[in-house]
């Protein structure tokens, strides 16, 4: 049976109208996975799924990564709610889950449980269409180029003059060097950048920065972006592997909650 879809925008997010039991059951999924690699985002409205059963619609899509309570993993800012919650604060910039690993998630699911009065929109980033849509010389120097993720790149976003003790912590975590440019299994391409991007190979810091900030404006001007004001319900799935996101800024003690899923990643960065 064919999906009923909606265009969010040209460029990014298509909303699907399906029924709870029609999307666990299963028989959708195909579907709704080759939408979610063409459209990047896809959103149903008022869905409502609790969270055994946004567990159930994931384990349909695919592999769920084993984090938070039977899947489930809060998004919130309330230390109360999910001992990572400052990790969390980073997600105002914009990013790619798990891009200074090498396997970055396949997607998440997000259902939205409490909003904030202020803030607390979401936006994503088509990164396929920011890449076919650059210029032909633009699109030469990004297939060039190889870039260092790491997770001291989202710490210095938090901590503007960390110290020694601070660079030293964050450095313990790994950094992979990854292509500017994902070339995917389909043979699709997309950028690849976010937060986590800080460096690139062969050119020093101030160097790097100048052509990382081009390219992210570049990536993230309003045709690629679908940017969602969440209502209670609402569950929203996106493709981490061709999309970036960002939250709007919203206060820690909002009482903010989103029930997360997230399936594990199917295709390294190559
Ligand atoms: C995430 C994330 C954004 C939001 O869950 O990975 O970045 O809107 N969330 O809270
Ligand atoms: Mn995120």
């Avoid at 020093?204 to 052509?211: F, N």
Wanted: aromatic letters at 8%; proline letters at 4%.
């Amino acid at each position: 049976m064919p999906l009923n879809t909606k265009a969010l925008s040209p460029r990014i997010g298509s909303e699907i109208v399906a029924s709870k039991e029609e999307l666990l059951k299963g028989g959708l999924a195909e579907e709704v996975r080759e939408l979610l690699e063409q459209r990047g985002v896809l959103l149903f409205r008022g869905l409502n799924l609790s969270d055994e059963e946004q567990y159930a619609f994931a384990q349909t899509l695919g592999e769920v990564i084993d984090q938070g309570f039977k899947g489930i993993y809060k998004i919130t800012l309330d230390p109360k709610l999910n001992d990572t919650a400052d990790y969390l604060q980073a997600t105002i910039h914009w990013h790619v889950d798990g891009a200074q690993d090498t396997v970055p998630t396949r997607a998440s699911l997000l259902t939205a449980r409490v909003l904030s009065q202020v803030g607390g929109q979401t936006e994503f980033a088509n990164t396929y269409a920011a890449y076919d849509d650059l210029p032909p010389e633009k699109k030469a120097l990004a297939d060039r180029l190889k870039v260092i993720h790491s997770q001291e790149y989202i710490q210095r976003a938090m901590h503007a003059n960390p110290t020694e003790e601070q660079l030293a912590r964050w450095r313990e975590h790994s950094e992979q060097v990854h292509p500017m440019v994902w070339t995917h299994r389909s043979g699709r391409k997309s950028l690849l950048l976010g937060l986590t991007a800080g460096l690139i190979e062969g050119k020093d810091e101030a160097q790097s920065r100048v052509i990382l900030d081009e390219m992210q404006k570049w990536a993230t001007q309003s045709q690629f972006v679908y940017r969602h004001e969440w209502t209670v319900g609402d569950l929203i799935i996106w493709d981490n592997t061709g999309v970036m996101h960002r939250v709007e800024p919203y206060p820690a003690d909002s009482g903010r909650l989103l029930s997360r899923t997230t399936l594990v990643g199917e295709e390294p960065i190559a």
